[in-house]
């Protein structure tokens, strides 16, 4: 199958590791990856603060980019929740009937990564290898917009060497809500400790999710109080296999891998 990647924003300028997991994951399942280099922002954040006007150009420049494509994949729940239900609404608010129509096209087969694999190609086991103990964080996104339920735990529960450990009250959010950790700091603060105690009463050496946002924001509260646990994006344990070696794709993200690398950490 040929793929689309859609390498959304974070992975582009911050979180590389996550789309060139998603490209080796899908090559190793024997299919083609392409990266229509038109692609930019979707707009997601415009139209989280109300400029729907700005979001309109992006909007335009997402469909043009990628309906050439019969599938598009993304390492992100959050910004392919925005593809399927914010792109229409947009240009439907700006009075494009067509862009609208041409935007549900797109959105139809625009796929998060989890959703890909287990709805499209219908597999779980993809040969990964990972032995770490692992919690799974199940992003807003994901969980409330997308409903991507339990895929990705399914697809971790296939990993050999993976101990995966239930996170509490994991549906609780993190804090990070993009612009909201920003315009309500106290309260995004209190909610990321929350959930911070959640992931260290775990014992896992590593929390996992589908959004390099969230690992973000989870991923400066571990750093800030040097845990020692490392937040991997799930395409990276997707990835990672014994040939490759585990080590090499238990990639440190954000404030704490470059606090790690300063030697902050054992």
């Known amino acids: 199958m040929r793929v689309a990647l859609f390498v ?25 990856v392409v990266f229509p280099e038109a692609q930019t ?19 335009r420049r997402h469909v043009r980019a990628f309906e050439p494509y019969d599938v598009v994949v ?21 009075g494009d009937e067509r862009l609208a129509a041409r935007a549900e096209e797109v959105a139809g087969r625009t796929y998060e990564l989890s959703e890909f694999l287990v709805d499209v ?17 199940p992003t807003c996104h994901s969980l409330r917009v997308l409903r991507v339920g339990d895929r990705p735990l399914r697809l ?37 400790a929350d959930k911070l105690r959640h992931v260290l009463s775990t014992g896992a050496d590593v929390c996992t999710a589908g959004d390099s946002s969230c690992l973000m924001h989870i991923g400066g509260g571990l750093s800030r109080l040097r845990t020692g646990v490392r937040t991997v994006h799930l395409a ?13 794709h238990a ?3 954000g404030a704490a891998g470059r606090a790690n690398r300063r030697g902050t950490w054992p």
């Open 41 to 59: 922002c979707c707009g997601q954040m415009h139209v989280n603060t109300g400029y729907l006007g700005d979001a309109l150009p992006l909007v």
């Open 236 to 248: 990276e344990i997707l990835a990672a296999t014994e040939q490759t070696g585990a080590a090499g």
């Open 74 to 94: 993304a390492p992100s729940g959050s910004c392919v929740g925005s593809v399927r239900h914010q792109h229409a609404m947009v240009a439907r608010r700006a």
């Open 8 to 32: 959304t924003c974070l992975a582009d300028t911050l979180f590389p590791a996550a789309a060139t997991a998603t490209v080796r994951l899908l090559e190793r399942l024997g299919h083609e």
């Open 156 to 192: 971790l529960r296939e990993v050999r060497g993976l101990d995966l450990v239930e996170l509490p009250q994991a549906e609780q959010c993190c804090g990070f809500g993009g612009t909201f950790a920003v315009k309500n700091a106290d309260t995004s603060t209190a909610m990321l």
């Open 121 to 137: 190609l219908g597999v779980t086991d993809v040969g990964a290898y990972y032995p770490h103990r692992v919690t799974y964080h």
């Open 251 to 253: 990639t440190r993200t």
